[in-house]
């Protein structure tokens, strides 16, 4: 026997551990590689920030400058049309930032202009469907005809004669 009671017997095990704190470490230093200090703000951007700002912009890293060591500089990636609203509303963003965190831990948002993600999908110029090909004339079928006649299979010489019709009626350059 022990001449500890069981309720302050040494436990062995740690026991069942969060996901959430397993996967901390490794986050922290993958984003600490992209110069993220704090994984937070990467992985909670869209509450962090709201809706509103989430869509226009997205965070790119955090400095900390060679000044008093109060306060950080967050770079934001937005696009060009974007940025004075984001500025205008710098301040609004700065206070959620810092009211996620419980300190001034931003002090200055620095804007990068860039193309949003999807932005070259919407801006590829329009293409009109492309006009039905002109059915060849009996002149030029009966060319497509002469040139496929040496191949023995029908179906293969059918499918040749109507590729060469739409080959031979197609303007040259």
Request: charged residues 25%.
């Amino acid at each position: 026997m022990t001449d500890t009671p069981p309720s302050r017997a040494r436990r062995r095990g740690r026991g069942f551990a969060q996901a959430g704190g397993l996967i901390a470490p490794r986050l922290a230093q993958a984003t600490g590689k992209r110069g993220f200090a704090v994984a937070r703000l990467l992985t909670r951007w869209d509450a962090i920030a709201g809706p509103d700002f989430a869509r226009l912009a997205r965070p790119v890293r955090i400095g900390y400058g060679a000044r008093d060591g109060l306060g950080a500089t967050l770079t934001l990636a937005a696009r060009g049309a974007d940025a004075p609203r984001l500025q205008a509303e710098s301040a609004r963003l700065i206070a959620r930032v810092n009211a996620a965190y419980g300190y001034a831990a931003i002090t200055r948002i620095r804007i990068v202009q860039t193309g949003a993600p999807g932005l070259a999908e919407a801006a590829a110029p329009w293409q009109p469907e492309a006009a039905p090909a002109a059915e060849p004339d009996t002149k030029t079928r009966e060319q497509a005809r002469r040139t496929a006649a040496p191949v023995q299979d029908p179906g293969l010489r059918a499918a040749l004669e109507e590729l060469g019709g739409h080959v031979l009626t197609r303007p040259r350059p």
